[in-house]
C-alpha cells in the first residue's frame, strides 16, 4: 500500500525556521512530480511548492516563492520543504502529495490526503 508520511511540524515564533519531511513506502516517488499542499483553519487546500520527478524544475505560490524550498531525494523516497521567515499566516497543516502532472497546483484534483503536520507560529 502507498502511504505518504508528512512529518517536522512543530511550534515557532515568527522569523523561525522548519524543515518539513515527506516520505513515500510502498513505492517510489522516482516518476512522480511531488507538491505540498497546506489548509488554513475553515479554508479550503491549497498549493504551496512543486517539484519535478528530477528536480530540475520548482515552482512555488506566490505565499511562499521567496521564504520556502522545496527539495527530493528520490533514493531516500523523500521530499522536503523547507520554510523560513515563518509568519503568524503559515499556522497551518501541511500535506504532500504525488502529482499527476508537475503544473498541477488544483488540490480538488486529490482525495485520500495523508494526515498532514502542523505547524504552528506565534506572533
Known amino acids: 500500500q502507498v502511504r505518504l508520511v508528512e512529518s517536522g511540524g512543530a511550534a515557532v515564533q515568527t522569523g523561525g525556521s522548519l524543515r518539513l519531511t515527506c516520505t513515500r513506502s510502498?513505492?517510489?516517488?522516482?516518476?512522480?512530480?511531488m507538491g505540498w499542499f497546506r489548509q488554513p483553519p475553515g479554508k479550503e487546500r491549497e498549493f504551496v511548492a512543486a517539484?519535478?520527478?528530477?528536480?530540475?524544475?520548482?515552482y512555488y505560490a506566490d505565499s511562499g516563492k521567496v521564504r520556502f524550498t522545496i527539495s527530493r531525494d528520490n533514493e531516500k523516497n523523500t521530499v522536503w520543504l523547507d520554510m523560513n521567515s515563518l509568519e503568524p499566516d503559515d499556522t497551518v497543516v501541511y500535506y504532500c502529495?504525488?502529482?499527476?502532472?508537475?503544473?498541477?497546483?488544483?488540490?480538488?484534483?486529490?482525495?485520500?490526503w495523508g494526515q498532514g503536520t502542523q505547524v504552528t507560529v506565534s506572533s
Open positions: 517539484i519535478y520527478e528530477d528536480a530540475s524544475n520548482r
Open positions: 510502498g513505492g517510489t516517488i522516482r516518476y512522480d512530480p
Open positions: 502529495k504525488s502529482l499527476k502532472y508537475f503544473g498541477d497546483s488544483e488540490p480538488r484534483h486529490y482525495d485520500h
